[in-house]
């Protein structure tokens, strides 16, 4: 409703009067009940610059909030692929007292679940890209973390060669930072394949947003109503 609008031919308040959009052109247009004068409805300046102040908090809000989600759980993910192979062993050998004494009980319940909150945040948070694209891009963002290693293993393998590191020879050490890379990203691709449970979570938690803005924009409509009706 506009804060005030008055009556270009007698005078009266036409703030409460409903717009009606004109076919041809689509503005809106106010006609007085008591003059018949009809008159186009302008948005007062100090409510359309808090509009667009509104829509720029949203904005850098929710940017703000996604570049915080993707600090959080990029380096928790590469943390995760990354320790997963090592766990492999002890869960293959079926030790489960090794797997308790060790702690590593907690770490395989956060790879299970942290996958899922992750699809539950592609959902939600990135609902307007594919699917597919999400996770091609997460994966990439995670591939590129753990590459560090690698990159690590190649300059002491480096090093190896300039007899500058002592202990095994230069392709064997390349040869086992390669496979060790290539374990991890078979690791990511299955991380990556887990997101996709987290996704009827997400779609459930969008309805339940949708409801509420309906809801919520009901109920303005409905007060609306009423101080139409009242005058």
Same mark, same amino acid.
């Given at each position: 409703m506009a804060i005030a609008h008055?009556?270009? +031919?007698? #005078?009266?308040?036409?703030?409460?009067?409903?717009?009606?959009?004109d076919p041809h052109y689509r503005l809106p247009i106010v006609t007085c009940p008591g003059c018949g004068e009809a008159c186009v409805r302008r948005l007062d300046p100090i409510l359309q610059r808090w509009r667009a102040f509104q829509s720029l908090a949203e904005a850098l809000c929710a940017l703000m909030v996604q570049v915080l989600i993707v600090l959080l759980l990029a380096p928790a993910t590469a943390g995760v692929v990354d320790v997963v192979p090592d766990l492999l062993p002890v869960v293959i050998s079926g030790d489960l007292f090794d797997l308790l004494y060790g702690q590593s009980l907690a770490a395989l319940v956060i790879g299970v679940t942290l996958p899922v909150l992750t699809g539950v945040w592609m959902t939600t948070g990135l609902g307007h890209w594919r699917p597919w694209l999400a996770r091609a891009v997460w994966g990439l %963002?995670?591939? !590129?973390?753990?590459?560090?290693?690698?990159?690590? %293993? !190649?300059? =002491?393998?480096? #090093?190896? =060669?300039? #007899?500058?590191?002592? #202990?095994? +020879?230069?392709?064997?050490? %390349?040869?086992?930072?390669?496979?060790?890379?290539i374990l991890r990203v078979v690791v990511l691709f299955v991380f990556l394949m887990m997101t996709f449970a987290g996704s009827p979570l997400g779609a459930?938690?969008?309805?339940?947003?949708?409801?509420? /803005?309906?809801? /919520?924009?009901?109920?303005? /409509? !409905?007060?609306?109503? /009423?101080?139409?009706? +009242? +005058?």
């Open positions: 008055v009556c270009l +031919g007698c #005078g009266a308040d036409l703030a409460r009067i409903r717009v009606i959009r %963002l995670i591939a !590129a973390l753990l590459s560090w290693d690698m990159l690590r %293993l !190649a300059s =002491e393998t480096i #090093g190896n =060669e300039l #007899g500058i590191v002592s #202990g095994i +020879g230069a392709k064997a050490h %390349l040869k086992l930072a390669f496979y060790d890379w459930v938690l969008l309805k339940i947003h949708a409801r509420r /803005r309906t809801r /919520r924009w009901s109920r303005r /409509r !409905a007060r609306l109503r /009423r101080r139409m009706r +009242g +005058g």
